[in-house]
């Protein structure tokens, strides 16, 4: 990182997203639970114990979670689309 910056100067923006999905509802939806989003009401979903166990069982839906929502924060903050052809 530091010969990169003196040869091509400092980044202007470090930034670091971390998103939390152990009790997101759209991870829980990843896992496979049956959550209504357009009618979402944060009292009716499964108990922070069950979500917690569905995202230790499932740590493929988690990293389908952390790919969907940093492609959204991508594209909405910055506007930056990757395509699957772009190097």
Do not use: C
């Not at 991508?74 to 699957?84: E, G, H, N, R, Y």
């Amino acid at each position: 990182i530091w010969a990169t910056s003196v040869m091509l100067n400092p980044p202007s923006l470090w930034l670091t997203i971390n998103p939390y999905d152990l009790h997101d509802p759209i991870a829980q939806i990843f896992t496979g639970e049956h959550i209504d989003m357009d009618k979402f009401l944060a009292t009716v979903r499964p108990s922070k114990e069950k979500q917690v166990v569905n995202i230790a069982e499932d740590p493929y839906a988690a990293t389908k979670f952390f790919h969907f929502m940093i492609k959204t924060i991508i594209q909405t903050l910055f506007d930056v689309t990757a395509s699957p052809y772009s190097m």
